[in-house]
């Protein structure tokens, strides 16, 4: 299948969490046309709206920021200390190319650690501590790295888009640019024809979600819509090594994964549902018997609490330099958040 452009420019974009600037960038070109008025914050969060007068709200909420690292120390020999942006697996962090950007321009370099060989049968038993770990940009002493490089500069890996098979392919940060890609263009297809919303569409590009929804809490208590579904990635159960006794089961493929439990008004959930139902989009079910690990935790409880709902995109490989989705089901999401803004009646509330 051919794949959006917008999709693949907000892939592209570098973007951790305090230094979101380039996805912004293109969440500010593709999606300020289509709507009818448009913020930025203070936080860095894009917040696009149509329809604003109507007084029945959703806010669909994505969020821009990926993982990454933040210099913090440069040794005498040139080589640059990292920690962590994010919830990074330490696992497969080392022998990777990086990105990082700079006042002037990227800078690419390798992630290093000491090589097996040079390793007791002890030492290859453990997985390194992030200060065991450093990024190799080839500098012959710190001078010269001091020249390119300055703390606090971040950096992402460079692994790009890739089709794998079909509507399968693989990215750096599908985690969570689908997500935002999903929010921005369903705003962008019902500018086509507002005539069919009764409600207000503001759709949300949050940032700094993964160090803590910071960007969601801020842009719903300015919002305080009365809906909001917050959209992000779910784990796809269909691989080996995963008991679905403990996880679920859900697979690539098999549309939006809608979610169920404490976080999630049932309101919005039925609402989803019955979207989904009528338009014969297929959909999966999870429980979450907690505040889950999304935006959605924090539109919830913003300012006098909101009516919120959570859908996600079947990937597998979460939070590595290889996250695999099926873009079938990020079509789906779009066409489920389409129909279910269109459901949405003058005078609706959350309240139940």
């Known amino acids: 299948m051919s794949v959006p452009q917008f999709l693949l420019d907000l892939l592209e974009a570098k973007s951790p969490s305090g230094a979101e600037s380039q996805a912004q960038s293109v969440f500010d070109e593709y999606v300020q046309p289509s709507a009818d008025s448009y913020e930025k914050d203070s936080m860095g969060n894009r917040i696009a709206v149509l329809n604003p007068d109507a007084k029945t709200s959703i806010m669909l909420a994505g969020h821009l920021d990926e993982l990454g690292f933040i210099i913090t120390y440069v040794d005498d020999n040139g080589y640059l200390y990292f920690n962590t942006i994010g919830g990074h697996d330490r696992i497969v962090i080392s022998g990777r190319r990086v990105v990082i950007q700079t006042e002037d321009g990227p800078i690419h370099g390798v992630t290093g650690k000491r090589a097996v060989h040079l390793m007791n049968a002890k030492d290859r ?112 159960t269909d691989h080996p090594d995963c008991d679905k006794r403990k996880f679920g089961e859900t697979k690539l493929g098999a549309g939006p994964i809608i979610c169920r439990g404490p976080n999630i008004n049932p309101i919005v959930y039925e609402k989803l549902i019955a979207a989904a139902e009528k338009n014969k989009i297929p959909y999966q079910l999870e429980g979450d018997p907690r505040p889950t690990g999304t935006d959605a935790r924090a539109i919830q409880v913003a300012g006098a609490g909101v009516a919120t709902g959570l859908i996600s995109i079947p990937l597998r490989y979460m939070h590595t330099p290889s996250e695999l989705v099926d873009l079938e089901d990020i079509e789906r999401c779009i066409q489920l958040l389409v129909a279910t803004c269109q459901s949405i009646k003058p005078g609706e509330t959350g309240e139940w």
Not at 159 to 179: C, L, M, T, W, Y
């Open 125 to 236: 038993e453990k997985v390194p501590q992030i200060h065991e770990m450093w990024i190799d940009i080839a500098a012959k002493d710190k001078a010269d790295a001091l020249s390119r490089v300055r703390v606090g500069d971040v950096a992402t890996y460079d692994h790009e888009f890739q089709p794998i098979h079909r509507s399968v392919a693989a990215a750096r940060a599908f985690d969570n640019k689908g997500g935002a890609y999903i929010v921005g263009e369903t705003l962008r297809r019902l500018a086509k024809d507002k005539t069919s919303l009764a409600a207000s569409v503001v759709s949300v590009g949050t940032v700094q979600e993964e160090i803590g929804v910071r960007g969601a809490a801020v842009s719903s208590y300015g919002v305080a819509p009365t809906f909001a579904v917050a959209v992000d990635v779910g784990h796809a």
